[in-house]
């Protein structure tokens, strides 16, 4: 089995920052692709940022120049920190990582964190 665990979330004042942090363990070979979605209510889930194993990123334009998504492959682990937070950052954060579990899966398959909260006061 594969589990990826979130941590980092919390209430903050506009202006503030947070690092979000998740980390993967169980089964796994490799992880190619690590990234953050968000999901406020009312709201379908969004791609806030993306990182290759090669650290190739990709952000959504929302929040370019605020956020800074980073990876240690050595731990499995992805990091999001969040500066400059608007109140419109607030959301439950998702981890996703699309993970190989062995040398011969013919394809990788993605999964997804249990959330953490961000709230942002304005």
């Known amino acids: 089995q594969v589990q990826l665990v979130e941590s980092g979330g919390g209430l903050v004042q506009a202006g503030g920052s947070l690092r979000l942090s998740c980390a993967a363990s169980?089964?796994?070979?490799?992880?190619?692709?690590m990234g953050w979605y968000r999901q406020a209510p009312g709201n379908q889930r969004e791609l806030v940022s993306t990182?290759?194993?090669?650290?190739?990123?990709n952000y959504a334009d929302s929040v370019k120049g605020r956020f800074t998504v980073s990876r240690d492959n050595t731990k499995n682990t992805v990091y999001l920190q969040l500066n400059s937070l608007k109140p419109e950052d607030t959301a439950v954060y998702y981890c996703?990582?699309?993970?190989?579990?062995?040398?011969?899966?013919?394809?990788?398959?993605?999964?997804w964190g249990q959330g953490t909260q961000v709230t942002v006061s304005s």
């Open positions: 990182i290759t194993s090669g650290g190739k990123t």
């Open positions: 996703n990582a699309d993970i190989l579990r062995t040398p011969h899966s013919a394809y990788a398959v993605g999964y």
């Open positions: 169980g089964s796994i070979f490799r992880i190619n692709v």
